[in-house]
């Protein structure tokens, strides 16, 4: 590894770790509470940007596993009492539905559009069945799930097994903003074992693949699943600073994953990642300012990313940087961005 | 005495529709043959490939490869089974390098340990070292054919299917293959698909004749160059007229 190589990594961790820490210390609540929201949405960001951006599989219904997260999670801490149980259960819930669809579809053989049709009517049918609980009948244990409003008083996470001490929306910042640097570096290192390449050999020739005898649905229900299991963990996030509704399962929540992942670059990471905060604090401003409809400023934005900067933020970044920058050294080989 | 057969095929009938394309194939090669499959476009050759390695069912008929039944396996199991494929458009990962295309190919038979030296080790044998950090979407025809075939060979399969390798190459590069291809052959069975009637000379001592989805004509090369029914399937004419 050159110098140049070793030395990022080292600063981005710094910085990273910096701003967890200081962050808390130098904004009000409410701005705490929108980066914890933001981080949570990153989390999730990362989930699509991995399955679709280096497994290629195009999968849609991305929230319908954030919102399954997110209920499971009210529903068993309400239950329960404690958030240390509800968390694993909330983890399992949507990885298993994950494996479950993940199964059909790919045993299935449903590849292409197909496949984004079919997990984005998943999420839309959630969106319908979380709405149509309104009603005392529609009730798992104490927790009632409330149909349009869902679940407003959904419990904070509290200190493992310490139901009494319950985490201040500081300390839920720093899991979350822990927990997105950590499944960055989880997925980075994924991306390095033969796992990883066999899904990005997957992503470039499905045929290929499996005429040099790997099973392709195996691998893509692998990494279905995982990209479930992140998205769950995203939803318990979003529960602990906002709550869970239906809206988690929503056309607009959906959509607005997938233009976060456009924006950064499909085939990168970080890329998805910075679109999410810095889309995210947009329309937070545009909302703030009332001028005009935020999403209809989103549809804008994404018009004009697709028109003049299809390949995204990151990747254009990139290009530019290596036919500006003057150390032609530092120039490395870089890969055709994921269809 | 009759050589074990590495593959066998009996009755292989393919058919599209009102389209039969395979009309019955009875085929088989012995362990460590190499056998040129000639005949003109639409003879069924590729389809005949595409039924030995589980990319397309057969209609009716069986295919045995080392004595077991693969007629209804998937294209996954059979190249783990020892079968690998070069198909006759390369079908390779533009985006990856030459290496990573060594390296899948390698990693799927080794242990992680064991998949550098195996990688260098075949990028030597196919002298593409210097192409070994290139991107294969940027390789011209003839390079991409031979990185087809590296990798193929990188999963060190049994049999070897070649769908016209030769194509779009040097004469150079020609001359070159068919320097490896008498190398793979001491280990592998090939089968070898190919127009190039010369280059079919330099590697092959058997051939078999597709014609209208049936073996018209089989055996030694110069038997079968210059029999008078492989003339008139080249020319249109009918076999046999």
Redesign the interface.
Known sequence: MTFRGSIIPVLCVIAAAATIVILPQVVELFTIINATIYASMAILTLSLALVWGYCGIICFGQTAFFGLGGYAYAVAAINFGDSTPAIALALLVPTLFAGLLGYFIFWGRVTDVYLGVITLTVTLILYKLFNATAGDAYHIGKAALGGFNGIPATPLMNLPWDRKTTLEPEDIWYVAATLLCLAYAFVRWLLST?FG??M??IR??E??????????RRIKLAAFTLGGAMAGASGILFANCVFVSPTMFSLLYTAQVIVWVIIGGLGTLVGPVFACFLLQMITAELGRLNWLNPNFVLGIILIAFVLLMPSGILPTLQRIYDKFSWPILLRT?R??P?Q | MKQKAIIETQGLVMRFGGVEVLRGIDFAIAYGELRCLIGPNGAGKSTFFKCITGQLKPTAGSIKFKDESVTAADAASIARRGMGIKTQVPSLYDGLTVREHIRLAASRRLFRHEVPSAVDEVLERFTIQHLAAQIVGRLAHGQRQLVEIAMVTASDPDLILLDEPAAGMTHQEVERLAELIHDLKGNHSLIIVEHDMQFIRMIAHDVTVFHQGRTLIEGDVQRVMSDERLRDVYLGRSAGE
């Open positions: 033969s390449h066999l990005v050999a470039e020739n045929h290929r693949t499996e005429l040099l005898g790997y099973d392709p080989e890969r055709r994921a």
